[in-house]
């Protein structure tokens, strides 16, 4: 049993869902669990409508509803022709876009939008593109049987960050999934999306197909989990960056959980840990290029110096300066149980005897964090800051590749430096506008034409 899943761009339109079904066709002897993603664009579109009604501006968020209404239609009646089979199906997710239209209008009059409501609303893109590869599926002769992923994906009722119930996953999996494995049947669901014990549906956060698929995998103890996306696999930098970056055959969890949470976007950074649980490999391929060799993740991959660099901007650095943490003890507890209280997660930290400087996301709520941290001393805050990360197992091992990382980075100004502890990561705060020419350097560094490997 394996568990295949599509990305955005791998279902976009009726070409992308056909060359899917033919790569699950291709692995019908491994018995394949498919999870899709929402057709690309389509959560942002939906999260869009979702501000917009909310803002009062309806004929624009119901006008929003139409045009994607027609681009699900238009790729369906592609799919299925015009036949009994295709209405059904048009009919099925009309009904769905009526649905919609009828929470954006209750949107507009609430004037408000909780995370609840945004949930039940982006939810709907994993909720259409499922029925639309099925349809597909079926189609083209392969025995595929929907299934709502918010029957299986059980979550608590933290909305767009529900966190999994591994457990309660496990078990729905097992009556809901399984039975139709058995019976040589292709179950697909729509990633991404979940819901409460009670039935409230709730989303894994962006990008979170990735981690529905690893969920599913390890509940169902999968051989493989494969994520097909729109790049041949883990790449040494982020194409969009380095035009040169270059295909990573093999990585370990570990270090491809570094790139993950670090910016490779490639990957949502939690989809390593169900794999990683059960020693599950997880694949990346092409949809476009399904020939092709593909990243292998797992525990034996080799270990290499360098294998990859990673960025992620929209980063804000917190500096806490206070002569009262010289030679104290427990000041540090202090300082994290304000940003527990707070539900603000802290990535890069460096301190020193006086100091102590965090990365968190910009975006999370920083008035009353910032009320509690004054109380222990000044803090001055940037805003627009980057984080690079060089990630490799010979960057902590006291080889030469620490010291080439940070003669590439001779003349870029760093505001935070961090070793982690497992010795494969190093990482920089940067200002934003500096990361992606330093990723350029680095990687020229590491992986250009003239450099050692
Ligand atoms: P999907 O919709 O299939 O989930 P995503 O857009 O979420 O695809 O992720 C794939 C994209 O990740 C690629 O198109 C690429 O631009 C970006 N990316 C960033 N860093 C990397 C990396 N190191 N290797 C591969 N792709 C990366
Ligand atoms: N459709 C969701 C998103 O765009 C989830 C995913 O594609 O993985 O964030
Ligand atoms: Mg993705």
Redesign the pocket.
């Known amino acids: 049993m394996i568990v295949v ?6 279902v976009a339109d009726a070409d992308a869902i056909r060359r899917a079904v033919d790569i699950v066709r291709q692995r019908l002897d491994r018995e394949p669990i498919v999870v899709v ?1 929402a057709l ?1 664009g389509a959560t942002n579109a939906l999260l869009a409508i979702a501000e917009q009604a909310s803002r009062g501006q309806l004929i624009g968020a119901v006008r929003a509803v139409e045009a994607l209404r027609e681009r699900h239609l238009a790729q369906a009646t592609a799919l299925l022709d015009d036949d009994d089979d295709g209405r059904e199906l048009c009919a099925e997710l009309s009904a769905t876009f009526d649905e919609l239209a009828h929470l954006a209008e209750a949107l507009s009059v609430l004037g408000d939008l909780s995370p609840r409501s945004k949930d039940a609303i982006a939810s709907i893109g994993e909720r259409l593109s499922s029925q639309l590869v099925v349809a597909a599926m079926r189609k083209m002769g392969v025995d595929a049987e929907h299934v709502d992923a918010r029957d299986v994906m059980i979550t608590d009722d933290q909305y767009c960050r529900a966190e999994p119930q591994p457990e309660a996953i496990a078990e729905a999996a097992r009556d809901l999934v399984l039975p139709l494995v058995r019976r040589d049947r292709v179950p697909v669901l729509g990633g991404f999306i979940g819901a409460t014990k009670e039935g409230v549906t709730t989303t894994l956060g962006r ?1 979170g ?2 981690y529905s698929a690893a969920l599913l995998g390890a509940a169902l103890g999968a051989e493989a989990i494969e ?15 380095v035009k040169g ?1 270059r295909l ?1 055959e093999q990585i370990r969890f570990d270090e491809a959980s570094e ?1 993950a949470s670090f ?6 950074p939690s989809t390593i840990a169900p794999a990683v649980e059960r020693g599950i490999p997880v694949w ?1 391929f092409n ?1 476009r290029n399904p020939g092709g060799s593909g ?1 292998r993740i797992t525990h034996e991959a080799p270990r290499r110096a360098v294998s ?3 960025s992620r901007s929209g980063i804000v650095l917190l500096q806490l300066r206070t002569p009262r943490m010289l030679l104290t003890h427990g000041f540090l507890r202090r300082f994290f149980e304000i940003f527990e209280r707070h539900g603000v997660s802290v990535d890069v930290v460096a301190t020193s005897e006086v100091s102590v400087s965090v990365t968190i996301d910009e975006g999370e709520d920083l008035e009353g964090l910032l009320i509690d941290l004054r109380e222990l001393g000044d803090i001055s805050i940037a805003r627009d800051r980057g984080v690079l990360a060089v990630v490799g197992s010979g960057i902590g091992d006291g080889g030469e590749a620490m010291g080439r990382a940070l003669a590439a980075l001779a003349g870029v100004r760093i505001h935070l430096l961090s070793l982690s502890a497992a010795g494969i990561n190093l990482s920089v705060v940067l200002d934003a506008s500096e990361t992606a020419p330093a990723m350029i350097k680095l990687h020229d560094a590491f992986f250009g034409e003239g450099a050692k490997r």
């Open positions: 899943k599509f990305g955005g761009t791998s993603s690309a990008g197909s990735d994520i097909w996306t729109d790049v041949d696999g883990m790449l040494t930098a982020d194409p969009r960056v970056a990573i790139l910016g490779a976007k490639v990957l949502h990346i949809s990243t990859a660099i990673a």
